[in-house]
C-alpha cells in the first residue's frame, strides 16, 4: 500500500495519480479536486454556482473534456456513463466510465473522494463516501464487474484526501455502526480530554456526538476492510495523508461550521449550510 501527501502549488487544485503493485501507473488517467482557494463548488441541479462553472470550465477546456455532474444525497448510487447523459437531473454519489472524454465530478467536505482505475479496459471513476455512504466503493466495483467483464484485482484504488480520525470524533450509536458493519479497528474510544485536534488548535467540532461516549472514527480503515472484501489488492491501493479539518488550505465541513458559528451564534440552518468549501472531485485524463 503506497501513503502520499498532497502537494499544494499555486494551482488551486491538486492531482494525484494511480498504483499497481506499489508502482506508480504513469499512463492512466488522474485523481484530482480542487482546495480551498478555488472557492465553493456546492452544486444542485437547481440551482447555479458561477464559480464552479469557471473552474469546470477552465479545467476541461484545457485537456479537451466535458465535466459530469451528479448531485450529491450520501447514497451508494454509481452511475455507469456509456452515452454521457446517464447521470443527468439525478442524484447518487459516483460514477464510472470508459470514455477518455468526460470528467467524472462529485463534491466532498471532509468525506471521502475514492478513485478507482482499471487499466485493462481503460474503466476509471470518482465516488463520494461519506459516513452514510461508506461501502460505496464495493458497490462501483461491483458494478463494473457486472457491465464489463472485469475483476476486482485488477483495480487501482485511491483513498483520497478526507476528515481523519485526529478530527473524526462519533456517538457510540455511530460508532457501534462502523464496528459492526466494517472493521472493529476502524473505531477507537476518546481519550480522556481529548478533542478534534483541528492543526493543533483543539477546535471543538464535536458535534453529532451527542452527552454518551465518544470515538475517534476512520474512514480510511473502513474503506480498506471495503476494498478487501471486495478483493482488491493492498498493492493496488494509495492513501492521502492529509486530513481536511487540520489542513486549512483545504475545504472541511467540521473545521468552516464550527469556526462560522464562534463568529455569528445565531446563524441560520441555511447560512451553516454554506458556510463551508466544497470541493470537487474528479477523475479523468488530465495534464
Not at 465553493?40 to 458561477?50: G, L, Q, V
Not at 452511475?79 to 466510465?97: C, L, P, V
Not at 455511530?174 to 483541528?198: H, I, M, Q, T, W
Not at 482488491?232 to 458559528?261: W, Y
Request: aromatic share 10%; charged share 25%; glycine share 8%.
Amino acid at each position: 500500500m503506497t501513503r502520499f501527501p498532497l502537494e499544494i502549488t499555486e494551482k488551486n487544485y491538486v492531482t494525484f495519480p494511480f498504483f499497481k503493485n506499489d508502482k506508480l501507473l504513469s499512463d492512466s488517467p488522474l485523481c484530482g479536486m480542487s482546495i480551498k482557494a478555488a472557492g465553493s463548488m456546492r452544486f444542485r441541479w437547481n440551482e447555479t454556482n458561477e464559480n464552479r462553472d469557471k473552474f469546470l470550465k477552465a479545467l476541461c477546456e484545457q485537456n479537451g473534456l466535458k465535466a459530469l455532474p451528479v448531485e450529491l444525497i450520501h447514497s451508494k448510487i454509481v452511475y455507469d456513463i456509456k452515452e454521457g447523459n446517464e447521470a443527468d437531473g439525478r442524484q447518487g454519489d459516483g460514477m464510472i466510465t470508459c470514455l477518455k472524454e468526460y470528467l467524472p465530478v462529485v463534491t466532498v467536505a471532509d468525506c471521502m473522494p475514492v478513485y478507482l482505475y482499471e487499466s485493462e479496459s481503460g474503466l476509471f471513476g470518482v465516488v463520494h463516501s461519506g459516513w452514510k455512504g461508506t461501502g460505496i466503493i464495493g458497490e462501483a466495483i461491483n458494478l463494473a464487474e457486472k457491465n464489463y467483464g472485469v475483476r476486482a484485482e485488477n483495480f487501482s484504488v485511491v483513498l483520497g484526501p478526507h476528515i481523519r480520525k485526529c478530527c473524526y470524533i462519533v456517538n457510540q450509536e455511530r460508532a457501534d455502526y462502523f464496528a459492526e458493519n466494517f472493521s472493529p479497528d476502524c473505531v477507537e474510544k476518546l481519550e480522556e480530554g481529548g478533542s478534534c485536534s483541528a492543526g493543533g488548535r483543539g477546535l471543538a467540532v464535536n458535534w453529532n456526538s451527542g452527552s454518551g461516549k465518544l470515538y475517534r472514527l476512520s474512514l480510511e480503515k473502513a474503506n480498506l476492510a471495503v476494498l478487501k472484501k471486495a478483493g482488491v489488492p493492498d498493492e493496488n491501493i494509495a492513501v492521502c495523508s492529509d486530513c481536511t479539518c487540520c489542513n486549512e488550505k483545504l475545504g472541511s465541513n467540521r473545521r468552516e461550521t464550527a469556526e462560522f458559528s464562534a463568529r455569528f451564534p445565531n446563524a441560520s440552518s441555511d447560512q451553516l449550510s454554506k458556510s463551508f468549501t466544497v470541493q470537487a472531485a474528479f477523475c479523468g485524463w488530465i495534464k
